[in-house]
Structures are given as structure tokens and as C-alpha cells.
């Protein structure tokens, strides 16, 4: 069955950098876009960045462009999602989401990511 496994969160200062990785199993990758959100606790879950693994197409939500890259190893049907400049407001638990929706079908687990000042 499909899924997705999410890796590389942490604790890390204001201005830090951190890179989460999403590792996806049980559907042909590039079939599907994958994605980031995050959740903060008593906040709707938002998207962050999502890629086209097919053509490597990618959109990012405002508040975090130039400071968040992603990117797709499709050798290794892995997704990431390079953070830096990491600010406070960047703390959330962070969900891998793949699909041909917005959102996608399938979801992570999640990664905690928490910038502290």
C-alpha cells in the first residue's frame, strides 16, 4: 500500500537551516504530486510546497519563498524539502502529502520542526 514517511525534523534556532525528507513507497512516483504542509496546534493545516516528480514544476505558498527549496530524487522515490533562514512562525508539525488533488489522497505521519528565538 502507499506510503509516506517523513524524516528530518528537529529543534533548531532562528536562522537555522533543517531539510526534511519524505521516502514514498507502493505507487509509481511520478504519477503523483508531492507535497508539504504543516500544522501548528489550533491551526488549519496549510500547504507549503508541492513539486511535479514527472517535470519537476514546483510552487511554494508566499511566505516562505527564498527561504524553502524542494526538490525530488526520483532514483530514490524521495522528496525534500530544504528550510532555511528558519523563523519561529515556521514551527509546526510538517506532513509529506501526494496525490492528483489538492490535497492529495495520501499523507504522512509527520515531522515536528520547532524554531525557537
Known amino acids: 500500500e502507499v506510503q509516506l514517511v517523513e524524516s528530518g525534523g528537529g529543534l533548531v534556532q532562528a536562522g537555522g537551516s533543517l531539510r526534511l525528507s519524505c521516502a514514498a513507497s507502493?505507487?509509481?512516483?511520478?504519477?503523483?504530486?508531492i507535497g508539504w504542509f504543516r500544522q501548528a496546534p489550533g491551526k488549519e493545516r496549510e500547504g507549503v510546497s508541492c513539486?511535479?516528480?514527472?517535470?519537476?514544476?514546483?510552487l511554494y505558498r508566499d511566505s516562505v519563498k527564498g527561504r524553502f527549496t524542494i526538490s525530488s530524487d526520483n532514483a530514490k522515490n524521495t522528496v525534500y524539502l530544504q528550510m532555511s533562514v528558519l523563523k519561529p512562525e515556521d514551527t509546526a508539525v510538517y506532513y509529506c502529502?501526494?496525490?492528483?488533488?489538492?490535497?492529495?489522497?495520501?499523507w504522512g505521519q509527520g515531522t515536528q520542526v520547532t524554531v525557537s528565538s
Open positions: 513539486i511535479s516528480t514527472s517535470d519537476g514544476h514546483t
Open positions: 502529502n501526494a496525490g492528483s488533488s489538492y490535497p492529495g489522497r495520501y
Open positions: 507502493g505507487f509509481t512516483f511520478e504519477d503523483y504530486a
